[in-house]
């Protein structure tokens, strides 16, 4: 019969079999159980952080210690005290812990020996780390109107140049007569059979009558073309200002208006290029120069004696118009390569005579970006605009699209008919017609 195992008791009161054992072996301290400190957001303690962001830890109580040991643990402790004390740490990123640091002050500058490459990212006082200041964007960066972020004074008067959704005028508005080209030729064969008939009746029989009713009838015919000739904007003019106005509310698709009212910039305004007006609907920048008796013309056409358009430059896009009468907004479609017709008064901003001596510097400056010369030419400046916030007024179609009110350019040319008091006839004027009154410079309403 085999010997009886004993039992024994443990510290705790509970009884076991088996031989009590006198000496525990060694247990080898874990490594899944370590003590970290709190930092507080300081880099100085924060280990391969600290490396990583080019921060010298080499220097006050930061330096490293070589891997201590694990003590050995004793037979057997309470469960109370463990390796997890925080007395001391195992590991290559170990170090004594001084005296209690504070958090604040500045940092340590960048160590030289740095292994990272490109610009350090700032450590903010609160510990996070971001992806620069807010100032490190650069201020030249365009925002989504397309204008830049920071507004600059102009430093030059280049050209604007804009898309295709600002529409570029030619030099003037093409005012034209419509006549029958078979009246025309009717009216000159009778005027060639009667100067025939009456020149061979004087000659044969010494009677200048027929002759004489021919020239009556031609004179008075000459004059009239003349007349028409020189007075046609004048009387276009006339007709644009006594046409009444419509109003917006009852206007139907496709009827031909005028609406008087408010204007306001579309999605693209406008600016003078020699004043730098802002916020226009339509600018315009003119240089004349006059020709004497031996000068230089501006143009080919350009007679002696007279002033010749050297340089134009002429911009209308898309704006809105307050209708006075029933309060409707609509869209007025000038941009785009639209047909407008603009009836605006321009000024004389600078002028040059022969006594001129020394010129503006900002003129020169404008003359010089466009490839101008100014050798001793008498010149006229003149720019006309429409600002936002003028009264306008404007001819066109009304079109209505998805609830938009538009108005747009007419397909046929706009007669003025024939005015038999004034001896005009029929003008034609193509294109969306814009009329805006002399004195708009003062009669601005801020919108």
Not at 142 to 161: C, E, H, I, M, W
Not at 180 to 197: C, N, P, Q, T
Not at 200 to 213: D, G, Q, R, Y
Not at 285 to 299: D, I, M, N, T, V
């Given at each position: 019969?085999?010997?009886?195992?004993?039992?024994h008791?443990?510290?705790?009161?509970?009884?076991?079999?088996?031989?009590?054992?006198h000496q525990?072996?060694?247990?080898?301290?874990?490594?899944?159980?370590?003590?970290?400190p709190?930092?507080?957001?300081?880099?100085?303690?924060?280990?391969?952080l600290?490396?990583?962001y080019?921060?010298?830890?080499?220097?006050g109580?930061?330096?490293?210690?070589?891997?201590?040991?694990?003590?050995?643990?004793p037979?057997?402790?309470p469960?109370?005290?463990?390796?997890?004390?925080?007395?001391?740490r195992?590991?290559?990123?170990s170090?004594?812990?001084g005296?209690?640091?504070?958090?604040?002050?500045?940092?340590?500058?960048?160590?030289?020996?740095?292994?990272?490459?490109?610009?350090?990212?700032?450590?903010?006082p609160t510990?996070?780390?971001?992806?620069g200041?807010?100032?490190?964007?650069?201020?030249?960066?365009?925002?989504?109107?397309?204008?830049?972020?920071?507004?600059?004074?102009?430093t030059?008067?280049?050209?604007?140049?804009?898309?295709?959704?600002?529409?570029?005028?030619?030099?003037?508005?093409?005012l034209?007569?419509r006549?029958?080209?078979?009246?025309?030729?009717?009216?000159?064969?009778?005027?060639?059979?009667?100067?025939?008939?009456?020149?061979?009746?004087?000659?044969?029989?010494?009677k200048?009558?027929?002759?004489?009713?021919?020239?009556?009838v031609?004179?008075?015919?000459?004059?009239?073309?003349?007349w028409n000739?020189i007075y046609?904007?004048?009387?276009a003019?006339?007709?644009?200002?006594?046409?009444?106005?419509?109003?917006?509310?009852?206007?139907i698709?496709?009827?031909?208006?005028?609406?008087?009212?408010?204007?306001t910039?579309?999605?693209?305004?406008?600016e003078?290029?020699?004043?730098?007006?802002t916020?226009?609907?339509y600018?315009?920048?003119?240089?004349?120069?006059?020709?004497?008796?031996?000068g230089?013309p501006?143009?080919?056409?350009?007679?002696?004696?007279?002033?010749?358009?050297?340089?134009?430059?002429?911009?209308?896009?898309?704006?809105?118009?307050?209708?006075?009468?029933?309060g409707?907004?609509?869209?007025?479609?000038?941009?785009?390569?639209?047909?407008?017709a603009?009836?605006v008064?321009?000024?004389?901003v600078?002028?040059?005579?022969k006594d001129?001596?020394?010129?503006?510097?900002?003129?020169?400056?404008?003359?010089?970006d466009?490839?101008?010369?100014?050798?001793?030419?008498?010149?006229?400046?003149?720019?006309?605009?429409?600002?936002?916030?003028?009264?306008?007024?404007?001819?066109?179609?009304?079109r209505?699209h998805?609830?938009?009110?538009?108005?747009?350019?007419?397909?046929e040319?706009?007669?003025?008919?024939?005015?038999?008091?004034c001896?005009?006839?029929?003008?034609?004027?193509?294109?969306?017609?814009?009329?805006?009154?002399?004195s708009?410079?003062?009669?601005?309403?801020?919108?």
């Amino acid at each position: 019969m085999s010997a009886r195992t004993g039992s024994h008791q443990l510290s705790n009161g509970l009884m076991v079999s088996g031989r009590p054992e006198h000496q525990l072996k060694e247990r080898q301290p874990t490594m899944g159980s370590r003590a970290v400190p709190y930092t507080g957001g300081d880099v100085k303690k924060s280990g391969e952080l600290g490396k990583m962001y080019g921060i010298d830890l080499s220097g006050g109580d930061h330096h490293h210690h070589p891997p201590s040991v694990p003590p050995k643990l004793p037979s057997r402790q309470p469960s109370s005290s463990q390796h997890n004390s925080g007395s001391a740490r195992s590991g290559p990123n170990s170090g004594q812990m001084g005296p209690k640091a504070t958090n604040s002050g500045p940092m340590s500058k960048k160590s030289s020996s740095s292994s990272f490459s490109g610009p350090m990212t700032p450590i903010q006082p609160t510990g996070l780390i971001t992806s620069g200041p807010l100032g490190s964007v650069s201020s030249n960066r365009r925002s989504g109107s397309g204008q830049l972020d920071a507004p600059s004074a102009p430093t030059s008067f280049n050209k604007a140049v804009y898309g295709s959704a600002v529409t570029s005028l030619g030099d003037g508005v093409k005012l034209g007569f419509r006549v029958s080209r078979v009246a025309m030729w009717v009216f000159l064969v009778v005027v060639v059979m009667g100067l025939v008939v009456g020149a061979f009746l004087m000659a044969a029989v010494k009677k200048p009558v027929i002759l004489v009713a021919v020239v009556a009838v031609l004179v008075p015919a000459v004059l009239i073309f003349i007349w028409n000739y020189i007075y046609r904007k004048r009387g276009a003019l006339g007709f644009l200002k006594k046409y009444p106005d419509a109003e917006l509310r009852g206007a139907i698709d496709g009827q031909f208006v005028k609406v008087t009212g408010v204007v306001t910039c579309g999605s693209i305004p406008l600016e003078t290029s020699f004043q730098k007006v802002t916020r226009c609907v339509y600018a315009s920048s003119e240089l004349y120069e006059y020709r004497g008796c031996g000068g230089k013309p501006a143009h080919p056409k350009q007679r002696f004696f007279s002033w010749g358009c050297r340089y134009s430059e002429k911009h209308v896009a898309d704006f809105y118009i307050s209708d006075f009468q029933s309060g409707l907004r609509a869209l007025v479609k000038a941009g785009y390569g639209a047909k407008v017709a603009p009836f605006v008064k321009p000024t004389v901003v600078v002028d040059v005579t022969k006594d001129s001596k020394k010129l503006s510097p900002n003129f020169l400056r404008w003359l010089s970006d466009r490839s101008l010369s100014s050798d001793d030419r008498v010149m006229r400046l003149k720019e006309g605009y429409i600002k936002e916030g003028s009264t306008v007024s404007v001819m066109g179609v009304v079109r209505r699209h998805d609830n938009v009110l538009m108005i747009v350019p007419p397909t046929e040319p706009v007669s003025t008919g024939c005015r038999w008091p004034c001896c005009l006839l029929p003008t034609y004027i193509e294109g969306l017609i814009l009329t805006c009154d002399e004195s708009q410079n003062s009669d601005v309403i801020p919108v």
